[in-house]
């Protein structure tokens, strides 16, 4: 039930909000037993015996199944309930599987040479040092002599002397963690386990690198394997071409630095980077740092350049047409989609809310109490989720408020939080009266729906899932339909946000390339014959037909004249019923048309090239906070080369390691990040003139230019440092949340007698 606030702002009394009895999750266990106590997360009953089973909602799920012995079975489940906590046994047990294998594979894949050609096994008789694996925590050597009780009792004590052994490991490790300030997360991935591996397996006496092997020889040997690595992508684009993306950055010694990145249907690697402090970022430096990538790369193999849509972009672009006239140049559409959500998000009744929000967060943030209390009743669970972009944070922080609109609603209405002195204040009052005020609640959903669809597009060109270009322009014109119809469909309503929409969409998104991949792309045109008949559209497919075929006009009439009317009106391959795959949202088009397109050889090699680019260079972007994490005070005197190498390694095998967690369906959501820097207005008044990531339309800004040197005035003022000295600094209010400070949203799976209950999915 909503309350409104009295006339001072304060809050009437209310009856006690009820205890919640299950858990806040979609797990099925939930829909047939809940807690006896919602202070005692062990103990869940059962909806159909009255049973009390201990240990969570795991055991529960196990009572349900009566999967065995050790737990009492329902004998009143119904045959439904039974195979739906089955299954999902099932699946929790193979995900333990998972995860034991690829810890083993780690293990597995560590080769360390023996001095006497061969591993030494534990209780060897030999000089080399004993080995210790996983499997010593149960098996140890026990005298054979023994007897039956004292060999139990031996084995007993070898398994608490491995517990005390392993400890006093992780005391040293610890340690070194504490006093040189590693970050805790920094120890939860694959490459700091095969280390203690390797470690280990070596045996005492091992000697770490000194600074110089790290800076020399080991750098380059990791850059060599970090290259070969990449080898697989080199077919890739030659077969289906690439885009070459680039970007600018400024480090902590002003030196500037100018990045390149390559992508193709594989995903995108880091290819180099160069400091250009030494001259203004203007269009024709911009043109060679491109140009001679694309030497390197292969100029038949790059089928676009994408950038951001700045002044020295664009005149990079004119230069490039006149000496490449084939390669196309687009608009970076993370950029352009953050503009729109800019924009919109500047119109008074959205920024109304957003500014209602952060008010409430920043109060709770900045008192240890009310932090503390929140995290009490949202069940350690933070409102605040930084997102890689103010917008990202923005939408993620008004979605995670609206999951916990109960629980923060029934915190401000407890007594607990009503007896703190400074809840009494002034903001305190505003923030329980924000809280509890159903307006507020009806602008937080309208905030979503209408943000959801360009938040969705984002994810889509921001998360190198896919190639996405074969997507943006379609799925840009549902975001559209899905934001008229959060208005009702009342124009009134909805035309200053699609005025908003369609000011930065024209000519950054509706190029003909990015109209071409939308009609060779039959999810859409298959499903919407008129598309065809779009006037608009046959333009466009007739100047991307004419721009990559180049000089060749036989083959663009041929494909234009001959092969693409087979496309159109479905004949020959295109019109099996095994061909109705497009209908599916999670088809693959390039192979659609490997598959299909054999007829039409000219059309299929143009529409497998164009469907396998991207339509975002955020991925070059990204390499700043790599950047930033490496180029530190502490280690500013680093060389552009060493840089340019420890981004290369780190980059990479980032990129790598997510596209194997894409492969293995553990998906997280790329909005999301683990630095609070683009999320600092939630955190402190004033907090967003501090994030990194700052989006500028120059089209609403000044676009004149030097009279003599024909320079814009904006590169001018970046080379003179004009935004620097004006920039607001960084100080110790920001607040720099590192990951461990979250309750992460995605949990390892816990073992089988251990609670669940502090996973965001679980409740």
Excluded at 445 to 462: A, G, H, I, N, Q
Excluded at 609 to 636: A, D, F, P, V
Excluded at 731 to 739: F, G, N
Aim: charged share 30%; hydrophobic share 35%.
């Amino acid at each position: 039930m909503d309350i409104d606030p009295g006339a001072d702002g304060s809050v009437p009394p209310v009856p006690p909000v009820p205890p919640v009895l299950i858990g806040n999750s979609s797990d099925v266990g939930w829909k047939y037993g809940k807690y006896c106590d919602p202070n005692n997360k062990s103990k869940v009953k059962c909806d159909f015996c009255g049973h009390i089973s201990t240990g969570g909602i795991y055991r529960f799920k196990k009572h349900i199944v009566g999967v065995d012995n050790v737990v009492a079975s329902c004998k009143k489940a119904t045959p439904e309930a039974k195979e739906a906590c089955k299954k999902a046994l099932e699946k929790t047990v193979v995900t333990k599987g998972l995860k034991r294998q690829h810890d083993q594979d780690l293990r597995d894949d560590v080769h360390i040479s023996s001095s006497v050609g061969e591993e030494v096994c534990v209780g060897s008789s030999t000089s080399e040092p004993n080995k210790v694996g996983p499997m010593d925590k149960f098996v140890r050597p026990i005298d054979g002599k023994s007897s039956k009780e004292e060999a139990l009792r031996q084995l007993s004590m070898n398994e608490a002397l491995f517990k005390e052994r392993v400890h006093q490991a992780s005391q040293y490790v610890a340690r070194w963690v504490y006093t040189h300030a590693i970050p805790f997360n920094a120890l939860d991935n694959d490459e700091f386990k095969q280390m203690c591996e390797a470690i280990g397996k070596f045996g005492p006496g091992y000697e770490p690198p000194s600074q110089f092997d790290l800076r020399e020889k080991l750098l380059t040997e990791e850059y060599a394997r970090t290259k070969s690595l990449l080898d697989d992508r080199e077919a890739q684009k030659i077969k289906l071409g690439c885009t070459i993306m680039t970007d600018a950055w400024t480090d902590i010694k002003r030196r500037s630095i100018m990045n390149v990145c390559m992508h193709c249907s594989g995903g995108t690697s880091f290819l180099k980077s160069k400091e250009t402090s030494d001259v203004s970022h203007t269009g024709e430096v911009i043109f060679e740092l491109v140009d001679k990538a694309i030497e390197e790369v292969g100029a038949q193999h790059v089928m676009q350049v994408c950038t951001d849509n700045a002044s020295n972009n664009m005149a990079a672009k004119k230069l490039l047409l006149e000496k490449r006239p084939k390669i196309f140049w687009t608009s970076c559409a993370t950029h352009t989609i953050n503009l729109m959500l800019q924009g919109i998000g500047n119109i008074k009744r959205f920024k109304s809310i957003v500014d209602q929000a952060q008010k409430v967060t920043i109060f709770i943030y900045a008192h240890h109490k009310t932090l503390a209390y929140m995290r009490k009743c949202t069940k350690r669970r933070d409102i605040v989720r930084p997102g890689v972009t103010r917008f990202a944070s923005n939408f993620l922080t008004l979605q995670s408020l609206a999951e916990k609109r109960d629980a923060l609603r029934g915190m401000v209405v407890d007594r607990a939080w009503e007896e703190m002195p400074i809840v009494k204040t002034k903001k305190g009052k505003d923030a329980t009266a924000t809280l509890m005020d159903a307006n507020f609640w009806k602008g937080v959903t309208l905030c979503l729906k209408v943000f959801e669809p360009l938040v969705s597009l984002l994810r889509l060109v921001d998360g190198d899932v896919k190639p996405s270009l074969a997507w943006l322009y379609g799925e840009m014109l549902k975001a559209k339909t899905k934001i008229k119809e959060a208005f009702g469909n009342n124009e009134k309503n909805y035309r200053e946000t699609i005025a908003i929409i369609d000011k930065k969409l024209k000519g950054r998104l509706d190029s003909p390339l990015h109209k071409t991949a939308y009609l060779l792309n039959p999810h859409y045109t298959y499903a919407n014959k008129d598309i065809f008949d779009d006037s608009s559209m046959t333009v466009a497919l007739m100047k991307c037909a004419e721009q990559y075929f180049g000089e060749d006009e036989i083959s663009a009439k041929k494909m234009i004249n001959e092969e693409w009317l087979l496309y159109e009106n479905m004949e020959g391959p295109f019109k099996k019923k095994l061909a109705t795959s497009w209908e599916r949202a999670d088809y693959n088009p390039v192979g659609w048309w490997k598959l299909y397109g054999t007829e039409v050889p000219l059309l299929q090699k143009m529409a497998m090239r164009i469907l396998s680019l991207t339509s975002s260079s955020s991925g070059c972007e990204r390499n700043w906070s790599i950047y930033e994490m490496i180029h530190t005070k502490r280690r500013n005197r680093l060389t552009t080369d060493r840089l340019n190498n420890m981004v290369y390694i780190q980059f990479n095998t980032r990129m790598l390691s997510k596209r194997q967690r894409l492969k293995d369906k553990k998906k997280a959501d790329s909005l999301l990040s683990t630095d609070a820097s683009e999320a600092q207005g939630w955190l402190f008044e004033g907090g967003d003139d501090y994030a990194v990531v700052v989006f500028r339309d120059e089209e609403d800004g000044d676009q004149g230019v030097h009279p003599v040197s024909g320079i814009p005035y904006d590169v001018i003022g970046e080379a003179m440092g004009a935004q620097e000295q004006l920039q607001v600094r960084r100080s110790a209010r920001v607040r720099d949340l590192e990951e461990e400070e979250f309750e992460s949203d995605e949990e390892d799976v816990l073992e089988e007698d251990e609670i669940e209950y502090e996973d965001d999915d679980e409740y």
